[in-house]
């Protein structure tokens, strides 16, 4: 994580999305969205079903043209330059088909078969591991493993820009981390990534930078840490009755009192040094006492449940 | 199917590809990465019995029974009316229907929709889910000629460059007007019912089975409006150089009487195009 938010500011952006609209009929799912991601980087779109993620993916697929604003892969239109663009670029549909009569070592071969530079179908099973389910039919194929083989055909034609439209949902925990360690690998390629998902964990291990969607606008982008510092830390203790009240410290927003409390603030440090000094002044001990550092999660949910963005 | 190069790129390859476009490998022709598709769709079409039967077997039942039903002969002789007969059963139950549920069973099952995700154009996403079809069309028409051969029916067409722009034209249009169907078609079940405008009325009404000259004059001129007609005019014309009335006429006058014909055939083939744009879809209705 660490090193690869280290990318260089100054690439060149392998994906430029501006102002991207789209609606169906008098419905309009994307509502002017921009980003950019650059060689290297993972860009996580996140936000709850209907937010607009998919509609805003297919656009950059090429799937779809855009109601208004532009995607440019590496410089080219996903629609009009077709050609050059798919050449570099792989994707995975949220939901995609796959014939139930071939197997799996038939499927990958035939798939490297269109492309133009396709990796070695063994090492991409492989990859997935489905090594050993090579030669069985698709049909017979769990739904993680299908979706396993789904991700090793996106990625067959070496991409170097790739779109996820939620990989994992579905996912065993292993297979989770397989698909992550495949991510990793081609970020550490120099790949650029845009993927959306349900899963925050999955944000917080891949993404470098994330954007919470919701209703066609992008309500916050920005570093997860940057987009965690939007939310208060939040304090918790109980205290025993009979104890008296803490006096509250200016940078705390109360948000209920004894004898459960919740404070939020963004002064994390001097709020709990100021809540322990008074409990050992007075001897009183703070049950349950947690201290917890804002989150991506909870700068979900905030916008999930309008607490944020409302005014955008 | 082509192999796959089994070799990674190096990183120096790796970090060319991702700066610049021009260092891409320019991979396989298109040619070659239509047959590995084609050749995946040939596949499934192998090991799926319902359409091996319905693709390989039908039809030649079908063109057996044709001396049977004691359709044709006469004037236009059994080795022409058995070939007709195999065009025709071919294009619409094989090449037209067999495509209709294709198309459609692939866009139910989301797989048009991914393999629109790869290199391939949408022209050869569904070029390669024809071919297999297309090639079993072709070969059927094979096997009967050389049936007829075998039975010493055989006589030399005509004309046989009508008789080869019958055919060729017949599959174009039925290609066409099978993307078209699709987009009245919710599912390769359905396909059944939406398929029968052409699968029983176009090809009762052809001339085919029975000359239109016995229908009464207004159904008759409907008829020869109908997608099969001009192709089997076009046959007639070609192999035996008689009308639809299996009236003989001069040589001179068989590209005067083919006009007609290949007049309505082009008018279809554009109306199916029209159609195929504006109906077709990737994905299932949401």
Do not use: C
Not at chain 1, 230 to 257: E, H, I, N
Not at chain 2, 111 to 133: F, I, K, N, W
Not at chain 2, 150 to 171: D, I, M
């Amino acid at each position: 994580m660490q090193t690869t938010a280290a990318a260089p500011s100054t690439a060149v952006p392998a994906i430029e999305v501006t102002d991207l609209r789209r609606s169906y009929g008098d419905f309009e799912a994307v509502r002017g969205i921009p980003f950019e991601v650059r060689p290297g980087e993972v860009f996580a779109l996140l936000g709850v079903n209907g937010a607009g993620k998919t509609s805003a993916l297919e656009v950059l697929e090429g799937l779809a043209a855009p109601g208004g604003g532009s995607v440019r892969i590496h410089g080219a239109d996903p629609v009009r330059d077709r050609t050059a663009v798919r050449s570099r670029m792989g994707m995975l549909l949220q939901s995609s088909g796959l014939p139930g009569d071939l197997t799996v070592a038939e499927t990958v071969r035939s798939w490297a078969g269109t492309l133009s530079a396709p990796r070695d179908a063994d090492e991409a099973i492989a990859q997935v591991g489905l090594t050993g389910r090579a030669d069985v039919r698709v049909r017979s194929l769990s739904g993680g493993e299908r979706r396993r083989l789904d991700l090793a055909l996106a990625v067959l034609g070496r991409p170097d820009v790739v779109v996820l439209d939620e990989p994992t949902t579905g996912l065993d925990p292993e297979s989770r981390r397989q698909v992550w360690r495949l991510v990793q690998d081609m970020v550490d390629g120099g790949a650029a990534v845009v993927l959306t998902t349900h899963h925050l964990e999955e944000a917080e291990e891949l993404a470098d930078r994330v954007a919470i969607l919701k209703a066609g606008r992008i309500v916050l982008s920005g570093t997860q840490e940057e987009i965690a510092e939007t939310q208060p830390a939040v304090v918790r203790f109980t205290l025993d009755a009979g104890t008296p009240q803490p006096p509250v410290p200016t940078a705390v927003q109360v948000v209920s009192t004894g004898p459960r409390y919740e404070w939020h603030t963004r002064a994390l440090q001097p709020v709990l040094a100021e809540l322990l000094a008074w409990a050992a002044e007075h001897g009183v001990v703070l049950r349950y006492l947690q201290a917890t550092a804002a989150s991506l999660e909870q700068a979900f949910l905030a916008v999930a449940e309008g607490r944020v963005g409302e005014a955008a | 199917m082509s192999a796959a190069p089994t070799t990674r790129p190096t990183t120096q390859e790796r970090t060319d590809m991702t700066t610049t476009t021009a260092t891409r490998p320019t991979g396989p022709s298109r040619p070659a990465r239509l047959r590995a598709a084609a050749g995946a769709e040939a596949r499934l079409l192998v090991r799926n019995r319902t359409a091996v039967f319905n693709s390989v077997l039908m039809p030649l039942l079908l063109v057996a029974a044709v001396p049977a039903l004691g359709i044709g002969g006469g004037e236009v002789g059994l080795g022409p009316t058995l070939l007709t007969a195999a065009v025709v059963i071919s294009l619409v139950y094989l090449t037209y229907y067999n495509l209709v549920t294709t198309y459609v069973a692939r866009r139910e099952d989301l797989v048009l929709q991914r393999m629109r995700t790869g290199e391939l154009s949408d022209g050869e996403v569904l070029a390669a889910t024809a071919v297999p079809t297309l090639l079993v069309t072709v070969g059927q028409l094979v096997v009967v000629t050389a049936g007829v051969v075998a039975l010493g029916e055989w006589s030399a067409p005509v004309q046989p460059l009508l008789v080869v722009v019958g055919v060729l034209a017949g599959l174009v249009l039925m290609v066409l007007l099978a993307i078209a169907s699709t987009g009245f078609t919710r599912t390769a079940e359905s396909a059944q019912i939406t398929t029968l405008p052409i699968v029983l009325v176009s090809s009762a009404l052809s001339g085919m089975f029975f000359p239109l000259s016995t229908l009464p004059e207004w159904l008759s001129g409907i008829a020869r409006f109908l997608p099969v007609t001009p192709v089997v005019d076009l046959l007639h014309l070609g192999f035996s150089g008689t009308t639809w009335e299996g009236e003989p006429i001069g040589d001179v006058s068989v590209w005067t009487w083919a006009v007609f014909p290949a007049g309505v055939l082009v008018a279809w083939i554009v109306v199916a195009a029209v159609l195929a744009r504006r109906g077709f879809r990737w994905a299932p209705r949401r």
